[in-house]
């Protein structure tokens, strides 16, 4: 079956760094897109990072750097200097249709539970 589970998530001051990983089963990181998104309490979901089956990152938020390891088969998402608003619930997904980066969001099939990460002094 194809699983994906975040960790990594808690509470963080404001200006620190936190790393989330994704543990990946059911398929290999570097057969597929995957993509890390965030929802906050009234806000739509949208992609902060994504990187695709031949290892090319994409990024929305430039203090946020992604990365994976494919012995361990697990995405990660290095966050720095922390900001309050970037509190919110942290997914990662991966693209069912095509191996690249891009579409919407629909097109990322599966996904994991989420992890909370909360930015607060």
């Known amino acids: 079956q194809v699983q994906l589970v975040e960790s990594g998530g808690g509470l963080v001051k404001p200006g620190g760094s936190l790393r989330l990983s994704c543990v990946v089963s059911g398929f290999s990181v570097d057969s597929a897109a995957i993509g890390w998104f965030r929802q906050a309490p009234g806000k739509e979901r949208k992609m902060v990072s994504c990187?695709?089956?031949?290892g090319r990152d994409s990024y929305w938020e430039d203090r946020f750097t992604i990365s994976r390891d494919e012995v361990k088969n697990t995405v990660y998402l290095q966050m720095i200097m922390l900001k309050p608003e970037d509190t919110a619930i942290y997914y990662c997904a991966r693209r069912s249709t095509l191996p690249s980066c891009g579409g919407q969001r629909s097109e990322y099939g599966n996904w994991g539970q989420g992890t909370q990460v909360t930015v607060s002094s």
């Open positions: 990187i695709d089956s031949l």
